[in-house]
């Protein structure tokens, strides 16, 4: 599964102020839906509702242990492609490993040759501790998967904002 977050340039510090007032008195490093309470993730919920905004999810099935990344660079097409829709041109990912973050560029590099030619759409790499709307996106993608598992309230709040596609991974 891969979220992002999509906010106009003026929304994104009130969007990552809230993030950073989500985190609070914990002082960790970064916030993750799984280390949430039940208390916790209906704050976050409740938060990102009121920031607007919108949420492309993509979920890729099957994904098998093997062949992880190959789903994953499936799912960055389609996100790619999304919001390039939305009007989108610049990704910012979290970064995983020099070795990882070339493996994004290189998908999406081959993405935008489905996009309209000279369509411009470029990505970078930033540390998950860094920037605070990738807490946006994972409580997002929290939400979607806590809805697969009979948790559905989280979603439903946030489902006016959530667009939400399922790919077949080919794995």
């Known amino acids: 599964m891969l979220a992002a977050a999509v906010y106009e340039a003026p929304e994104q510090e009130r969007a990552r102020a809230a993030m950073l007032e989500l985190r609070g008195a914990r002082r960790i490093r970064k916030s993750h839906w799984h280390e949430m309470d039940e208390q916790e993730r ?22 098998p242990c ?18 390039h829709g939305l009007g989108v ?13 070339g493996r994004d ?30 807490w946006v996106a994972d409580i997002v993608a929290g939400a979607v998967r806590a809805a697969t598992f009979g948790q559905g309230h989280y ?7 959530i667009f939400q596609f399922m790919v077949s991974t080919g794995c």
């Open 89 to 101: 041109t610049a990704l910012v990912m979290e970064g995983r490993s020099i070795q990882l973050n």
């Open 42 to 63: 209906a704050r976050a919920v409740r938060s990102v509702v009121g920031l607007g905004g919108s949420h492309v999810v993509v979920v890729g099935s099957p994904v």
């Open 105 to 134: 560029v290189h998908t999406i590099t081959g993405a935008r040759h489905n996009l309209p030619k000279a369509t411009e759409f470029h990505v970078s790499h930033v540390l998950g501790k860094d920037e605070p709307l990738f």
């Open 66 to 83: 093997r062949r992880q990344e190959r789903a994953r660079a499936k799912c960055l097409e389609r996100l790619v492609f999304e919001l």
């Open 155 to 161: 979603h439903a709040e946030l489902a006016p904002q």
